[in-house]
């Protein structure tokens, strides 16, 4: 929206401040529940099938439910508001949870599928926190905002993983199934969440916006209107969805690397540290990367973020049989997808007039999840093929995708239809 004074009677700032820090606080909830699905979505499945080679379809459900539910959710948020959108994703999560412990009483795994696919909903409600936080900001802020709710899921990343023990105490106790007392603490959360969202996100940030776009358009005294920028929308959604699509099939097969280099008894060891430092290089530099967003400009730190993730990808392809050498590649990656995903996400809100965000936000995050679940599955292939440096090295192709699209974008900036 217009960087103008609220009509008499808000403040503006005061309304923004308040709804980044509802956020933030949901982003922590909500990332301890979904930190337990990722870590027993594929134990259970595995479990279930009597199969590990089906254990990947936990991960392919909780992505394809965020797919299938990005879109829908984001036009309820248009149309009704981003309290009623986040809601809802928390309701289909607490379905979902309830889903999960059935089927892992009643031993089904298709059931199984389909409560995680319904946790993925509650996660792409949780993605679009991060657009919720631009829709009363300031060009001047609107970055270093976004990557304080994004910072946020470092929380819940960490601490959600670190229930899984007391989890299963617990629900042991209550008689629960296995690998399944952790989902307690992920109703919880997301319980917690629900209310905190009903509650407390009051004005609700984007109907705000809409009535004093509304207002502001009607007034004698109003703002030039803002200009789509299609292209450079585009380009946003691009820089996203090519970056995730770099880190999530790089980061899924590590896991697999390393159980070839590293002893035996001391992979569980590698693989966690190395995953805990790559989640941490996602999000515990958010709030640097916006703060240069605002301050370099989108654009700018969408090549920084191309430029960490070609120097993960060069450092794990050179020494792909160092185990510290991955664990520097994981780190770059994901400092490389936390650059380009806040000021990618920026871009695209700024990009893009007030009605017609909700929609191409839902966009992006379709198109940045099912990139995601279809890149996963061709890394495994290519990690068959020619190994974990060659894997890094095809991993080059989105990365050089966003900066030709960067160049490009770049030099039609000063055109109104850019």
Do not use: K
């Not at 059935?102 to 509650?122: C, D, Q, S, T």
């Not at 936080?133 to 959600?160: E, I, K, N, Q, Y």
């Not at 899924?252 to 569980?268: N, W």
Request: aromatic content about 4%; hydrophobic content about 55%; glycine content about 10%.
């Amino acid at each position: 929206m217009p960087d103008t004074a609220a009509p008499a009677g808000i403040d503006l700032a005061a309304a923004q401040r308040r709804t980044v820090r509802v956020l933030a606080a949901g982003q922590v909830l909500t990332g301890v529940a979904f930190g337990a699905t990722l870590s027993l979505g594929a134990l259970l499945a595995a479990d279930l099938s009597g199969q590990e080679a089906l254990s990947g379809f936990a991960t392919a459900s909780v992505t394809l439910g965020a797919a299938l539910t990005a879109i829908p959710l984001a036009r309820l948020a248009g149309r009704r508001g981003r309290r009623l959108a986040l809601t809802t994703g928390n309701v289909a999560a607490l379905i979902g949870i309830t889903v999960v412990i059935a089927a892992a009483a009643l031993r089904l795994f298709p059931l199984l599928l389909v409560g995680i696919a319904l946790i993925g909903a509650g996660n792409a409600a949780t993605l679009q926190s991060r657009f919720a936080a631009t829709d009363l900001s300031t060009s001047t802020r609107r970055g270093r905002d976004l990557a304080t709710v994004v910072w946020a899921t470092t929380v819940g990343g960490v601490v959600g993983p670190l229930l899984l023990a007391p989890g299963e105490l617990i629900g042991a106790s209550v008689g629960m199934p296995p690998l399944t007392g952790a989902y307690l603490f992920s109703f919880a959360a997301q319980v917690c969440a629900f209310a905190l969202y009903v509650l407390v996100l009051r004005p609700d940030p984007l109907l705000l916006a809409q009535r004093l776009d509304r207002e502001r358009t009607a007034s004698a005294l109003a703002p030039t209107p803002e200009i789509d920028r299609p292209r450079t929308a585009r380009f946003a959604m691009l820089a996203v969805a090519a970056s995730h699509v770099t880190m999530a099939s790089v980061m899924a097969m590590t896991p697999v690397h390393l159980s070839h280099i590293v002893a035996p008894d001391a992979v569980t060891l590698a693989v966690g540290v190395t995953i805990a430092l790559h989640v941490f290089g996602m999000y515990g530099l958010s709030p640097v990367f916006g703060v240069l967003a605002d301050r370099w400009g989108r654009i700018a730190v969408i090549v920084l973020g191309q430029v960490l993730l070609a120097a993960s990808l060069a450092v794990a392809s050179t020494f792909s049989e160092s185990q510290a050498g991955v664990l520097v590649a994981l780190v770059l990656l994901g400092l490389g997808w936390s650059a380009a995903t806040v000021a990618g996400s920026a871009l695209l809100t700024e990009a893009t007039p007030l009605a017609l965000r909700p929609r191409r936000q839902g966009r992006s995050d379709t198109l940045m999840t099912a990139c995601a679940a279809v890149g996963s599955v061709v890394a495994g292939v290519i990690l068959g093929l020619v190994g974990y440096g060659g894997l890094a090295l095809w991993a080059f192709v989105p990365v050089a995708l966003v900066c030709v699209g960067a160049v490009v974008v770049g030099a039609r900036r000063s055109s109104p239809a850019a």
